[in-house]
């Protein structure tokens, strides 16, 4: 059992974002599903606290009406092992939504991601400063990240 779960408000679409998301990340199902009464923010029936799992981590999702809005203040980061995965879930997650620089997005639904290369821990670490301010030079120019990019970067070349 996980200590801390986030915790999404969305409006009246959060039974959305909550398939959404399940069918792009392994490992991934929905636990439960509790609804609205008369009164709530969607029909009666309509979802009010969804639980599932991401990958591994729990999520819950409240439909809690348009009193709060998601911002970039909260993301989840998505650590890629390579290219292939960058690529994959910057496609995934970014379907409908909007791309942002240095890795980041928006998504559909107004959830804020990074999706980052392992490689640019590695990239920002160790005694080459000279190449920490290359990649730092890179990425900034990047939405989604080049990995071979950031590499060439780091090198010098």
């Known amino acids: ?45 309509g ?25 970039e203040a909260f993301s989840f980061l998505i650590k890629c092992k390579d290219q292939a995965e960058v690529d994959y879930y910057w496609e995934a997650v970014t379907a409908g939504g909007e791309e942002s620089q240095c890795g980041w997005l928006r998504d559909k639904f107004g959830v804020s991601w990074q999706v980052v290369p392992v490689q640019l821990q590695e990239l920002m670490g160790g005694d080459n400063p000279e190449g920490i301010d290359r990649v730092v030079e890179a990425f900034m120019q990047m939405r989604k990240f080049d990995i071979a990019a950031l590499e060439r970067a780091h090198a010098g070349e």
């Open 1 to 45: 059992m996980h200590k801390i779960t986030p915790f999404l408000w969305f409006n009246d679409n959060g039974e959305e974002a909550m398939n959404f998301y399940v069918s792009i990340f392994p490992n991934s199902t929905v636990l439960d599903r509790s609804s609205w009464g008369e009164g709530g923010p969607v029909p009666p029936g």
């Open 47 to 71: 979802m009010m606290v969804g639980e599932f799992v991401l990958d591994g981590q729990p999520v819950q999702i409240l439909n809690g009406g348009p009193h709060f809005t998601l911002n």
